[in-house]
């Protein structure tokens, strides 16, 4: 008599996590690139129109002191990709788009939408040199835009399951909310790569690239 023995199904990596969420959430991930780049490229469009408009972002920069800062970062291209990593992750991802909506549902979305048209502004290719500069750069902003919409999206999940947290089959809006926090960390983990790879870029592209392209 002849027994069948059945293996045990392997647990799926915790690293596939993120994709599996993705891949069931695609419509939602594929409408925020849309947006992202959609409002980076209208931001753009309007800083080329009216170059008013991109000159007060730059004299803003100036008046902050944050021109100063990236300045005095050049030297060392380590620490310039950690303040980058910083800034982005701190002030963007976390201040912008994930803590603000941990108290109003979705309140991320819109805010990182004006965050988005901003930086457009900021890099309308007003001149020749700006022009040079995008073309190395332009591989950071899809890094760095991309964490941002991972996040972003991790805002979006934690929103429907709090207020709808039956989508999700839980009974009550607390364990609703609970629930959206565990997926919005999920993102995080990819998000976080992305930040880093974009940081240690974007600083390389700066202190490396630029220079040898602007002819400095």
Do not use: C, K
């Not at 819109?110 to 309308?124: D, E």
């Amino acid at each position: 008599m002849s027994t069948s023995t059945t293996r045990p199904s392997r647990p799926r990596p915790a690293l596939l996590a993120p994709v599996r969420l993705i891949r069931e959430h695609l419509r939602a991930f594929l409408a925020l690139n849309a947006m992202a780049f959609g409002l980076l490229l209208l931001g753009m469009l309007a800083g080329l129109l009216f170059p008013d408009l991109h000159a007060s972002r730059a004299a803003g920069m100036d008046a902050s002191g944050t021109t100063d800062l990236v300045v005095s970062l050049l030297s060392s291209m380590w620490l310039f990709a950690a303040t980058i990593l910083a800034v982005n992750v701190l002030t963007v991802a976390l201040a912008t788009i994930a803590l603000p909506s941990l108290v109003v549902p979705f309140l991320g979305i819109p805010l990182f939408a004006y965050r988005a048209f901003l930086f457009g502004v900021s890099l309308a290719p007003v001149d020749a040199t700006v022009r040079t500069i995008l073309i190395p750069h332009s591989v950071t902003l899809v890094l760095e835009l991309e964490a941002y919409i991972l996040v972003t999206l991790g805002t979006y999940l934690l929103g429907r399951a709090w207020l709808r947290p039956a989508s999700v089959g839980e009974s009550s809006r607390r364990r609703g909310y609970v629930h959206g926090l565990r997926q919005l960390g999920v993102l995080w983990l990819p998000a976080l790569a992305l930040f880093v790879l974009g940081a240690v870029y974007e600083a390389f592209s700066i202190t490396r690239i630029m220079p040898i392209m602007l002819g400095g």
